[in-house]
């Protein structure tokens, strides 16, 4: 009779092991072969000793004598406890008088004695490891070994039985006890959590603390893995990761045992690559070993999915990486905006190689060329110098190859920076201007070519939002139906990391601030203003008022103390960041925020962050003055207390990753990419973090929605940018009369020749004089918009097309100068003077429903660049005073009371209800002001009740008191501080 398949879990295990031996090399160990007291399979362990080192073991006599085995098996254990499994596999032990290899690593494959070396390393399985001095009836249901040293555990379950990962990553927490010896920190590479339909790993086992990640493959760009025809949806984790060179890359390029700072003290943490980390640098490595340099790639990875690791570890491979037994770059260069990003790649490169013989930091100018003449592999340096550095790189180095890795490729990356990285780098431009016999047309011809991405060097951009210039840049060219479209060559997207918990879903816990104003009418006149520009002045007017910010940042420390601190988020760690639309504004929230926060009592306090020296008060600040303490140090102050709250003015909102960041309070206008980057910096995960808050008290659902849907999953260039469109701009430009050929070619001339300033002015005035007096205001503006589209088109396609145009990049030049010296149209401000008219009568911001933004499962399709001009001068609006201020009041609301002188007189009788209350009476004699306001607003609570009794005759609006008093909690904060303001102090009966 034939055996029934085995669905139980040990069925998996029977199917992994099998695979595992019979597939891929490995052993099977036994519990008979592990050595419980120093956590190893010592019996693996000498017998790689012996085979590949024979005279060191005899020598050491730990093969026959125990007492001197048991003696080196401590020396072993204190090592691996003291620097973790993975560097003991990859430098060995030392132990007197010799150093013993305790693994070989991946041989080249021309060196046949490095590959017999690497075929002696032994592979082994373990099932059903009991692994406990003190309970030997506990079992790990796999652990993998190389040459008996232990790498990794399994905890199996199968759907079948009912069980899943989830059961497996409990049994982790609850019932595998971190302090035995092999769960001890750095003794395993990873833990992983599996069942037949997901992985999840874990790098330290701290109890209950423990923090596991999917390790899956990701299925319709989100969570979880996609059917396998073929087998099991997790098999690739036997079949691929523990494969022996799979597992042999990872250790030796990317698990590993980093020191990070925290609070002032050395902390170490084990890292193991995920799954999309792994799969998008071998897939580049495998690439570039193919094609060479030369190529782009761009890579979408999502916001906090871990972008800074993933280009540390590609850096460190490329320098590697070989063609015809030559290294296929020269050097390879970081370009970022993020300064962590330095101390990232040297951390994550520190236990690979030396930091001092392979990784510059180039900061200065002449730094690049020092390095490379040095011989640094790796030069890191920030987009805002990148230009100048290149600038100094000899004329040696042009012919080197180059990678060059881009982190958030959209800021770093503009046109002029790429025309001027490709210059700096390119051989055709190393001889520019030395040959005296050059015409300006060969001069041309070189600054074309140089232009071009440059054929020596391989492009890696790194981005979570791309821009349509970024992904034809850098994308992946394809056809979709009749048009060329781009899309990146590796994603990771939003959608997969919100669902695997890599990141956290800002958009959940969103609820919108609506503010209410009423502004009064200063004056008996009616005057006419542009209406348009007095709705702004007016929402500026009101939202930047000294009581609007007070109001405001009340709400935020209310609400952070209520419903953050008081539920314990991250565990009480929480902290917030103010988003603020200027450094006035900024500075404006901080003090409100101290004097609230101070009011209130409260243990905490706020750290203030923006750019420069900026006047306020009559005074010049800056961060450091405010703060007391030096602008560097804003980001280790921020974990520490009593520091709970960061009020920012552009500062820190991209590139700041905080776990601890929860709760974002946002001022300031955010669109397209600003507010993914912004709203992100809540996304970093941390154990203790469920989920996240933002409160946003300007910004409109519908357009926050419209810019995450973007880059929630593959963004995709619907087409590619027509060149034509440059024949059309010049050809509209040439119609307006404004420049001849005979300018162009003259100035342009000039220029390369480097003529002085006064010989090019003359030439530009002309221009510049017809434009002024034979152009209507809608002609200039016309004209101007057309020229800096030409200007901007040219900038970006000079780069990636094929062939160039020597009329193109001559009108380029001219048009550059020429714009700059062109005047704007003359407008006239038709609203000055309102702010003078006006006063703010009343201001309430209200919460609205808690919601969540829901973004649609789809790839979004972005348009290409813009070369069309859509400029003119709008007609100006004209209205009387009173009709803005009252359209004013419909767009930014109010509560619709029947009548509204009543609900005054309501609120009249409250206030004076409670003034007459005996306890608060008591308490406003005999109490300080805190307690005062408790009892105060115990007061209202008891007034507002007798109103819905005592006013039955206008019972709707007397019901729609009460609603919003008991309902909205803004109303009802505003209602109490008002009374109280109204009372305390004042022996009155209103």
Known sequence: MMAA??????????????????????????????????????????????????????????????????KFLHRLQGEITKNGIIEVLRKGIKYYPVDLVTFYSTPSPENLEAMRKFEQNIFSVTRQLRYSQDNTKLALDLVLFINGLPVLTCELKNSLTKQNTYDAIKQYKNDRDPRELLFGFGRCMVHFAVDDNEVAMCTKLEGKNSWFLPFNKGCNDGAGNPHNPLGLKTDYLWKDIFDKNELTDIIENYAQIIEEEEDGKKKKKQVFPRFHQLTVVKKLISDIRIKGAGKRYLIQHSAGSGKSNSIAWLAHQLVGVKKENRNVFDSIIVVTDRRNLDTQIKNTIKSFAQISSIVGHAEHSGDLKKFLRDGKRIIITTVFKFPLILDEIGDVHRKNTFAIIIDEA???????????????????????????????????????????????ASYFAFTATPKNKTLETFGEKYMEGSETSFRPSHTYTMKQAIQENFIKDVLKYYPPISSFYKLAKTIEDDPMFDKKKAQKKLRHYVESHEHAIKHKAEIMIDHFHQQVINRQKIGGQARAMVVCSSIDRAIQYYYAICSYLKDRKSPYNAIIAFSGEHEYGGKKLNEAGINGFSSTEIPKKFKQEPYRFLVVADKFQTGFDEPLLHTMYVDKPLTDIKAVQTLSRLNRSHPKKDDT??????????????????YYKTTILSSETDPNKLNDLESDLHKYQIFTEYHVSSLVELFLKGAQRDTLDPILDICVDIYKTMLNEDEQVDFKSKAKAFVRTYSFLSAILPYGNAGWEKLSIFLNFLILKLPAPIEDDLAK??????????????????????????????????????????????????????????????????????????????????????????????????????????????????????????????????????????????????????????????
């Not at 990356?413 to 060969?442: I, N, P």
């Open 693 to 710: 808050f933002v409160l946003d008290f300007i910004n409109d659902v519908s357009d926050i929605q419209e810019a995450f849907s973007r």
């Open 5 to 70: 398949t085995n669905t139980k879990e040990s069925g998996l295990e029977d199917m992994i092991v099998a695979h595992l031996v019979n597939e891929s090399g490995y052993e099977q160990g036994t519990n008979a072969d592990y050595d419980r007291e120093h956590a190893i399979d010592a019996v693996r362990l000498i017998r790689f000793l012996k085979a590949t080192q024979p005279e060191k073991v005899n020598l050491l006599g730990i093969e026959s004598d125990v007492t001197k085995q048991i």
């Open 833 to 990: 003077g309102i702010l003078e008219t006006i006063d703010l009568d009343s201001y309430r911001a209200e919460m609205q429903s808690t919601m969540s933004i829901v973004l649609a499962d789809q790839d979004a399709y972005i348009d290409p660049v813009p070369t069309s001009t859509m400029a003119h001068i709008a007609e100006t609006e004209m209205e009387y005073l009173s009709s803005i201020l009252s359209s004013f009041h419909e767009m930014f609301g109010n509560i619709n009371w029947n009548d509204e002188d009543q609900v005054h007189k309501f609120i009249l009788t409250i206030a004076d209800g409670a003034a007459q209350d005996k306890a608060y009476q008591n308490a406003r004699k005999n109490s300080d002001k805190q307690n005062a306001k408790i009892e105060a607003d115990k007061a209202v609570d008891r007034n507002v009740t007798k109103l819905i009794d005592s006013n039955t005759n206008i019972f709707a609006d007397a019901m729609e008191f009460y609603k919003q008093y008991n309902d909205n909690v803004s109303f009802r904060k505003w209602l109490n501080d008002m009374v109280f303001n109204m009372t305390y102090d004042k022996n009155i009966s209103i």
């Open 410 to 456: 959209h800021s770093s990356q503009g046109g002029r920076t790429s025309a001027k990285m490709s210059m700096a780098l390119s051989q055709d431009y190393a001889e520019f201007g030395k040959d005296e016999d050059e015409t300006t047309e060969d001069k041309i011809n070189k600054i074309l070519e140089a232009r071009k991405m440059l054929t020596n």
